[in-house]
């Protein structure tokens, strides 16, 4: 099925509503629950900086590793994968490297949003934004 541009984004907040959202409601109940149990990464920390966010990975796993394989590990190139993953690999990679380096960069998605498009995803969504920080409030 095609859809608009608009037709997308709505059917994108149906499934943010629908899925998402409950998704990762479970998974914050549950790493309250199993506090020091689970390590949350988030894509942007990981991009902003792949070798502290690996280096604080391997400490939650009790893993000390030297600072310059920390940044070897993050240099690595896509070609550098597994044999027979390369393909898989550099898809999705080159995918999330698009999107975090166009001008609207991490977090841009909101500008594609109509006014009722963003009331509704506020609604929907908006509190889980502020709680775990991709916002500090409404006014976006």
């Known amino acids: 099925q095609s859809f608009s541009p608009q037709q997308a984004l709505d059917h994108s907040v149906d499934i943010v509503r ?4 409950p ?8 790493a309250g629950r199993l ?12 991009w902003e900086d ?9 400490a939650f ?9 920390l940044r070897d590990v993050a240099a690595q190139k896509v ?3 597994p044999a027979g993953r390369e393909a898989e690999r550099e898809s999705a990679l080159r995918f999330l490297r698009n999107a975090a380096a166009k ?16 009331e509704q995803f506020k609604n929907v ?3 889980l934004l502020i709680e775990m920080g991709y916002e500090k409030d409404f006014n976006w």
């Open 18 to 21: 629908n899925e998402l959202v």
């Open 23 to 30: 998704w990762i409601q479970g998974w914050r109940e549950a």
């Open 35 to 46: 506090e020091g149990r689970i390590c949350a990464v988030r894509y942007e920390d990981l």
């Open 50 to 58: 792949p070798a502290a966010e690996l280096d604080r990975i391997l």
């Open 61 to 69: 796993l009790g893993i000390r590793a030297p600072e310059s394989f």
């Open 79 to 81: 070609s550098d994968a």
């Open 103 to 118: 001008p609207d960069g991490v977090g841009g998605w909101k500008k594609y949003f109509s006014e009722g498009q963003k």
């Open 125 to 127: 969504a908006g509190d």
